[in-house]
């Protein structure tokens, strides 16, 4: 166990790139997880780091490692050893020296987790105006303006609790932290356009990064396609990350005007926390007025589920900005989705099913009113929308605009079945600036590339969707800007024309006839005031 944390510190320390962080609870107990890790360390360019690779490589035999004993719990009840001093990174510590800070370690530990204990169940001292919250978080709990919370480690709210966040409330992640509403629990965050809730890195300002944290999770007991949903970045034997159920009109709480900046570590191998995750959330849950800026995975993910989202932004996303899976059958209006021009991958990136492409419920949002964007990147293949895997969906009212690589690429023979009958339709679509030179709107699919049974996009769209092509939409200022975007468009442009009527419903704002999430000529529009757009 002295060697697992010894390891964690140096790269910690190290800047070794190789590991962006090391989640410790997650070392301790996932053997797979360590022996990844281990073997990165062994080809580490630190010889510190490699040494201990060696010695723990020869320690690792068949996973048994550790045993459950070994590790003391802590305040949040998971498992962690009293921090060491670190040692310099090429020196060879001396254990006496290390068992005087193991000792002195575990007296401000105790002393910590007293002082927390005092204050509140769960929570982790109060200092400078700086909570710091950890481990499972039980019956009601609110945080306030008073202070900063600080997220230590993956914070559980468990079946039954509820926490609450007042307006204008800031959430710091430290590395390896998430926020994690479990199903049965529930969640109520609800800002205002004065003053949002932020959900942010702990690192300095002008040192933050894209998974520098975890995010924020929302799992409940709405039906998913998927036997046994659990969700992603919870270890597989912890039930707290199980989702899924037949409460169709659940909820898992509300967040409302919110930002949540710089999330979406990687917990294993290709296996990273979102910006916002919803794993089967009912069509009880409120997300609106959200912004999720600069996660290093997926913007907002949605495992099936009946959630809504409505004024939603996201923007730099390290892969999709919104990614749904599992039978999603939520409705969308007045979403906007900013590709940054070194990162990304789709704007939409839909999936029904990889397992069964068929599985019901099927995935199948219903959406209005959305802005797709992308800075026609020279160095990133960005795709407005890649549908695949069995996914339905309606899509009404939709303006793509700048992306290097196509519109549209529907893939499978399920996902282009659905054309036929009924479950994926598009109504009122304008597409401009696609392509290398801006004019090539769909990519060639013929010989090897086809992956459709033949189906030409470029075609269907034209002829059967009726979309329209190279629809100029006169922004004022750059749409594509990292830092001060403007996403309305100009008030005579072509987007005015030739939308849709939204539905009739207290959810649908039916005065949107429009094309795009932000009506032509706004002078202000649903994204100013609450949302920002920082570097770092």
Not at 393 to 418: C, P, Q, R, W, Y
Request: glycine share 14%; aromatic share 8%.
């Amino acid at each position: 166990m002295e060697l697992l944390w010894q390891l964690k510190q140096n790269y910690d320390q190290s800047g070794d790139g190789s590991l962006r962080f090391i989640h410790f609870n997650t070392l301790l107990n996932d053997s797979q997880y360590r022996a990844e890790v281990i073997e990165k360390a062994l080809s580490s360019e630190h010889p510190r780091i490699r040494e201990l690779g060696r010695k723990l490589k020869a320690a690792n035999r068949q996973g048994g490692l550790l045993h459950k004993t070994s590790a003391p719990a802590t305040a949040g009840g998971d498992t962690a050893p009293t921090p060491a001093r670190p040692a310099p990174r090429n020196a060879t510590p001396q254990r006496s020296s290390n068992l005087w800070w193991l000792g002195l370690g575990t007296l401000v530990l105790v002393g910590v987790i007293t002082a927390g204990v005092l204050l509140q169940p769960s929570i982790g001292g109060l200092l400078s105006g700086r909570q710091v919250v950890a481990g499972p978080l039980t019956g009601e709990h609110r945080w306030s303006t008073d202070r900063t919370w600080v997220l230590n480690g993956i914070v559980y709210v468990e079946d039954g609790a509820r926490l609450t966040i007042e307006p204008g409330t800031r959430v710091e992640g430290q590395p390896g932290s998430a926020l994690v509403i479990t199903r049965g629990a529930s969640l109520h965050a609800a800002g205002n356009a004065d003053m949002p809730i932020v959900f942010t890195s702990g690192q300095p300002q002008g040192t933050r990064a894209a998974g520098d944290w975890g995010g924020v999770v929302l799992l409940g007991s709405a039906p998913v396609n998927q036997a046994d949903a659990h969700i992603e970045g919870v270890p597989a034997n912890d039930t707290r990350g199980a989702f899924g159920g037949d409460d169709a009109d659940g909820s898992c709480g509300v967040i409302e005007y919110a930002r949540i900046e710089f999330a979406g570590f990687e917990v294993y191998a290709n296996n990273e926390l979102n910006g916002l995750t919803l794993g089967g959330c009912g069509s009880g849950t409120i997300v609106r007025h959200v912004q999720v800026h600069r996660s290093l995975d997926d913007g907002v993910e949605m495992f099936g589920g009946t959630a809504d989202l409505r004024h939603v932004l996201i923007t730099g996303a390290g892969d999709d900005s919104l990614d749904w899976d599992w039978g999603w059958r939520g409705r969308v209006q007045f979403l906007i989705a900013q590709q940054h021009p070194n990162s990304g991958d789709n704007a939409f990136e839909a999936d029904n099913n990889g397992n069964q492409h068929d599985a019901e419920p099927m995935s199948e949002p219903v959406m209005y009113n959305v802005t797709l964007v992308s800075p026609r990147s020279h160095t990133r293949h960005h795709r407005a929308m890649t549908l695949r895997e069995g996914t339905g969906g309606h899509f009404h009212n939709l303006f793509m605009h700048g992306f290097s690589g196509e519109a549209v690429d529907i893939k499978d023979a399920v996902t282009v079945g659905n054309l036929d009958n009924g479950r994926l339709s598009f109504e009122a679509l304008a597409i401009n600036d696609i392509g290398g030179r801006g004019i090539r709107f769909f990519e060639d699919e013929s010989g090897d590339a086809d992956d459709d049974g033949g189906l030409d996009e470029a075609a269907y769209f034209r002829d059967t969707v009726g979309a329209r092509f190279g629809v100029d939409p006169q922004f004022s200022r750059d749409v594509s800007s990292t830092v001060n975007p403007d996403f309305a468009p100009g008030g005579t442009s072509g987007l005015r024309d030739g939308a849709v009527a939204p539905p009739q419903g207290e959810f649908w704002d039916e005065s949107a006839l429009y094309i795009g999430a932000i009506r032509p000529g706004a002078a202000r529009d649903w994204t100013d005031g609450w949302t920002d757009f920082p570097l770092n």
